[in-house]
């Protein structure tokens, strides 16, 4: 007796078991996230075979739980050969039972925390929430101060007020020297966000922040490896936006080539920060703050172009959007990142990097031979401070050369 699903999917057998009820309605949700009809077919017939299994078990759908999913699993492989994507498709079923509030008891029962983790997790909520730093800058400080507390206080109930000057200055040249200078810096600056932090609470009453070493360091060591200008039209040229991923991935290219956004920034644009009445985008940047960029007509028309003949129908508010299933916006940087990586590699330009940062190295540097101040600079890129874009006045070499001095004694 066949059993219709859907007008894509017919299966040989009845749906029997605890899940059954649910089969139709998990079909219908992956339908909307753009896997292929193989796919979605194989997705349904797992969960069909999963449901008959519990019924022989006699697990109600209530208790079905990761366990029962992998002990399917090793059940499955002794009578056929696992595919490929199967334990990932019969998780995909799990992960649906949890959002429909099925079997709730799959989640694990919610460990106790540490005093040092309970200290760990108001100090990142304070980051978060308070000081709204992006969450790349909470995720790098969090460990740190993990760190920290554990060295000081183990185990043990965390009592900020026994800290000293010399517990925070051990800790530094014990760290450091483990670390890559650039991890160093950012290990003191997490340290003394969170000593100010504690002092704000009114748990230290020292100015431990100042007792912090610096970390020394020559200011500006390196020229920023920025993507030429020909480079990055080569790049452009490259791309096929016949299909849906070039225009996507062509939108992507111009967002970093022409206004400078860092790759989380471009991930995480959403469809409300466009202004198309004004032509304008609202970029929230790495200290939580909106900023306005005015969209190029190249800029806008690419991703109007993309809106309309490429993003794949989806309820996320995100602008650029996975290409496979599940469909869904890019979980952060490096989805953006692949992009770049990709096209340079099918573009066979040979870039200082693969990342997506050099092109706004490069777009500063073209800014500076143009004749921009770094004021203007600084605005374009969001930085907070000047400091931050003096790094650019190492980049510009053919204004440099024309104020070096003939070496005494060269040729005429």
């Known amino acids: 007796m066949k059993t219709i699903i859907n007008s894509q999917i017919t299966l040989s057998r009845?749906?029997?078991?605890?899940?059954?009820?649910?089969?139709?309605?998990?079909?219908?949700?992956?339908?909307?996230?753009?896997?292929?009809?193989?796919?979605?077919?194989?997705?349904?017939?797992?969960?069909?075979?999963?449901?008959?299994?519990l019924r022989q078990k006699g697990v109600t759908a209530q208790d079905v739980s990761s366990a029962h999913r992998e002990q399917y699993l090793r059940h499955r492989a002794r009578r056929v050969r696992i595919a490929r994507g199967d334990a990932a498709g019969l998780q995909h079923f799990m992960v649906f039972l949890r959002r429909e509030g099925v079997n709730a008891t799959d989640e694990a029962p919610p460990e106790t925390p540490t005093p040092v983790e309970q200290c760990v997790r108001k100090f990142?909520?304070?980051?978060?929430?308070?000081?709204?730093l992006a969450p790349?800058?909470?995720?790098?400080?969090?460990?740190?101060?993990?760190?920290?507390?554990?060295?000081?206080?183990?185990?043990?109930?965390?009592?900020?007020?026994?800290?000293c000057?010399?517990?925070?200055?051990g800790f530094v040249q014990r760290r450091a020297p483990q670390l890559h200078i650039k991890r160093a810096k950012l290990m003191t600056s997490a340290l003394r966000s969170f000593l100010k932090y504690a002092r704000y609470r009114g748990e230290v009453a020292l100015d431990l922040a100042a007792a912090v070493p610096a970390v020394a360091c020559w200011s500006m060591p390196s020229i920023p490896r920025a993507i030429a200008a020909v480079q990055v039209r080569q790049l452009l040229a490259s791309i096929d936006r016949r299909t849906a991923i070039g225009r996507r991935d062509y939108a992507i290219l111009l967002l970093l080539a022409r206004l400078g956004l860092r790759s989380s920034e471009v991930a995480f644009v959403e469809l409300d920060d466009?202004?198309?009445?004004?032509?304008?985008?609202?970029?929230?940047?790495?200290?939580?703050?909106?900023?306005?960029?005015?969209?190029?007509?190249?800029?806008?028309?690419?991703i109007a172009a993309y809106l309309r003949n490429g993003r794949p129908l989806s309820t996320s508010r995100r602008v650029f959007l996975r290409a496979k299933a599940p469909i869904r916006g890019f979980r952060g940087a490096s989805g953006v990142g692949s992009v770049v990586r990709h096209a340079l590699q099918r573009a066979r330009i040979d870039a200082p990097t693969y990342?997506?940062?050099?092109?706004?190295?490069?777009?500063?540097?073209?800014?500076?031979?143009?004749?921009?101040?770094?004021?203007?600079?600084?605005d374009v890129l969001g930085h907070r401070h000047p400091q931050t874009t003096k790094i650019y006045t190492k980049v510009d070499l053919e204004a440099l050369r024309t104020l070096a001095l003939p070496w005494p004694g060269g040729v005429q």
């Open 274 to 302: 466009f202004d198309w009445n004004t032509g304008t985008l609202s970029v929230r940047g790495k200290s939580g703050q909106r900023n306005e960029f005015p969209l190029p007509l190249e800029v806008g028309k690419a």
């Open 124 to 132: 990142e909520c304070y980051l978060r929430e308070e000081r709204a």
């Open 355 to 378: 990342g997506a940062h050099q092109f706004r190295h490069g777009l500063a540097t073209e800014m500076l031979r143009q004749g921009a101040s770094l004021g203007e600079i600084g």
């Open 14 to 53: 009845p749906l029997e078991g605890p899940l059954a009820p649910y089969i139709a309605l998990f079909a219908a949700w992956s339908g909307v996230q753009g896997y292929s009809s193989y796919s979605l077919y194989r997705q349904v017939l797992l969960a069909s075979d999963f449901s008959r299994w």
């Open 165 to 169: 000057a010399s517990d925070v200055v």
């Open 136 to 163: 790349s800058t909470v995720v790098n400080y969090v460990p740190f101060i993990r760190d920290f507390l554990t060295q000081q206080f183990a185990d043990r109930r965390v009592r900020l007020g026994d800290l």
